[in-house]
């Protein structure tokens, strides 16, 4: 029987890098796996050329498995978008994709990260939730698509310690 630690072995292939232009047929394909509404390719590159925005890949053995985008204004950290490839999923890219998220916030200072999700996501509330994220209130009928409303959830960084803060 294999542990769960060797099951997660392969996050150790992942590599984490800048999004360029050049990933966006592939982002956008794990996009429309993910999400009920997708950005555009004009959307993703317009966020490229935002000064305030990180926007990360992950790929294993040369695929793009994982991304995720952030902005980072006034000291404050949000997460735009996070999203795994339906193959990869409950291996632990997604908390790995968190972990870069947080460890970029921190690097720039930011006291906090917020994110919107929507409230039927049980399995990225879940995830958030795991990593430290509060929900913290409800944007009714958020999102436009379903009219289903919006849950915002936020860490604080500033006011604890910088380890064992994931798993
Ligand atoms: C949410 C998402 C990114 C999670 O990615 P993932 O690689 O499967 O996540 P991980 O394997 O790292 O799981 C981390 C934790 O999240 C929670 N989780 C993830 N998927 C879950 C599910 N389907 N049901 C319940 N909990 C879940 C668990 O607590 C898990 O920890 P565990 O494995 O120790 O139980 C992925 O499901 C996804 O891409 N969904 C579509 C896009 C999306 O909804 N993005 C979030 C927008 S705000």
């Known amino acids: 029987m294999t542990s769960g630690c060797d099951e997660r072995a392969w996050l150790g292939e992942v590599v984490v890098q800048e999004m360029t232009e050049s990933d966006l047929d592939e982002v956008l394909t794990i996009e429309r796996q993910s999400f009920p509404s997708v950005w ?34 006034l000291g404050e950290a949000h997460i735009t978008t996070l ?46 939730r795991k990593f430290g994220f509060e929900p ?15 849950v915002v959830m936020l860490k604080e960084l500033s006011s604890e310690g910088q380890a064992g803060d994931s798993h």
Do not use: C
């Open 40 to 73: 555009s390719r004009a959307s993703y590159e317009r966020e490229l050329r935002n000064r305030n925005s990180y926007y990360l890949t992950a790929r294993h053995q040369g695929a793009l498995v994982g991304y995720f985008g952030m902005w980072i204004v």
């Open 83 to 128: 999203a795994v490839h339906p193959s990869y999923r409950r291996r632990g890219l997604g908390g790995r994709l968190l972990d870069h998220v947080i460890d970029l916030a921190r690097r720039h200072s930011a006291a906090r990260v917020t994110l919107e999700v929507r409230e039927q996501n049980h399995a990225a509330i879940a995830m958030y």
């Open 136 to 150: 913290k209130g409800v944007l009714p009928a958020y999102y436009g698509d379903t009219r289903e409303n919006g």
